[in-house]
């Protein structure tokens, strides 16, 4: 049965090793529009044979940067957008919540949803530990991806920083998940958080920015942000306190990797405080 009243964009940039399994997953969907930033594989030619609407983004180093333009300019038929990265995509409940949420959306005064991620990592998707959650569900009008000033912070370029959309209306939570499906070689995760970790230091150095930004953050992503001895305590909570031990190696290796990151972060952070005490 077709979902219709939501449109879903689909963010890319050389995807060509998993767009496929996403969107094969999106079928359902009347409304299907991919936003590519000059992929030099097959990414494109594979989004067409699946039937989506492929725009391509160029950066111009501004705002609003890829999640913002694409709300703004990709054609998206509908006010309400699911707005994914190219590895992710409803579970058969959350797409089963979805039809029967479409209808109500016409007369809802909520300006986004929020939705808990089922995360694979190691190759295996992680039912327990530390759960992400992002606002994809967003209403056009309604909710806005902030401008903050880090244009010239490293690690993050033309997408937006790991920060929230801001709603103008109410915001919910949907019950079931969306499947973060990342079937890169551990080591593309490794370099992506290498290079966020950057933007994360940069953050810490520029007080002003790091308080805009932190207001722009869950309430979880807040009480991270602020704990001290963080690698140790992320350990815990994600493997001890959320049971990430019942998914087993992989469940390790989640929280290890993160627990990494956040050390990677105050490393850098640390180093970025030395040169400018000696500028």
Known sequence: MTIAGISVIVLTK???????????????FDDLVVVDSDSDDRTVEIAERYGARVVNFVWDGNYPKKKQWSLDNAGARHS??????????????????LRDLAPALRNSREGAFDIHLLYR??????????VVTKRSLLHTSRARFPEVDDLSAPGIR????HYQPESTAGVRRLRHRLVHD???????WFARHNRYSDWEAHLRLNRDLRKEIAGKRTRK???FDAVPFKPVIFFLYAFVARAGFLDGRAGFDYAAALALYYW????????????????
């Open 121 to 130: 990592f190691g190759g295996k998707l992680l039912r327990h530990g530390h």
């Open 182 to 188: 990342d079937r890169d070689p551990v080591s593309s």
């Open 221 to 223: 992503g807040r009480i």
């Open 14 to 28: 050389n995807e060509e090793r998993g767009i496929a399994n996403t969107l094969k997953r999106l079928s359902d």
């Open 80 to 97: 309400w957008v699911l707005l994914l990265d190219a590895d992710e995509y409803p579970s058969n409940a959350l797409l089963s919540e």
């Open 264 to 279: 990677q972060i105050g490393v850098k952070t640390r180093e970025l405080k030395r040169e400018a005490a000696h500028d």
């Open 158 to 161: 033309e997408v937006e920083g």
